[in-house]
């Protein structure tokens, strides 16, 4: 008995059983005996049988089903497509917004940096100052400044340069 039977002996009974009989060989379809059955007409008993089996439905299957299949599947399809087309368009659409968007926000951003710099020069500084009332300093004017806590004075210069 080889390994493979003994250790898994349903495995090759199965075997056995689906495996062709060699006893005899296999009889020629075009020299019949009497008794033995064409191909032919063993396929037609066995799609006789299917359609007993699965009733009228199965019965009357003819070039019908195929073409509903084809239409099934090409209208499937279709959606499909179209699924994808408007999924695009839509991406597309906001992808455009928000690049109007980006080049609103880039024109903000350049006014801002604009102001900013208008903001900063010392034209625009000394003109904001003297309408809020404020005066430089006279020249050589010193500039006492005591923070409590240091124990000391700190000196600053005045406008003059000296301490």
């Known amino acids: 008995m080889p390994v493979a039977e003994r250790l898994f002996p349903h495995i090759a009974s199965l075997a056995r059983c689906f495996a062709p009989d060699r006893s005899h060989p296999r009889p020629d379809p075009r020299h019949r005996v009497r008794g033995d059955v064409h191909p032919a007409a063993r396929l ?9 089996q699965f009733g009228p439905a199965f019965a009357r299957r003819g070039p019908l089903t195929p073409i509903l299949g084809s239409l099934a599947l090409i209208a499937l399809l279709a959606l499909v497509y179209l699924g ?6 839509s991406a597309n659409q906001r992808l455009q917004a928000l690049q109007a968007e980006q080049a609103t926000l880039q024109r903000q ?11 900063r020069s010392p034209t625009y500084i000394d003109h904001r100052a003297r309408a809020m009332g404020l005066v430089p300093a006279p020249a050589g004017a010193a500039v006492v400044v005591t923070v ?16």
Do not use: K, N
């Open 44 to 52: 037609e008993a066995a799609i006789t049988h299917l359609r007993r």
């Open 148 to 163: 409590p806590g240091l124990g000391g004075v700190v000196r600053a210069t005045g406008a003059g340069g000296e301490p």
């Open 109 to 119: 951003d350049q006014q801002v940096h604009e102001q900013l710099g208008v903001v």
């Open 84 to 89: 994808q087309v408007s999924a695009v368009t």
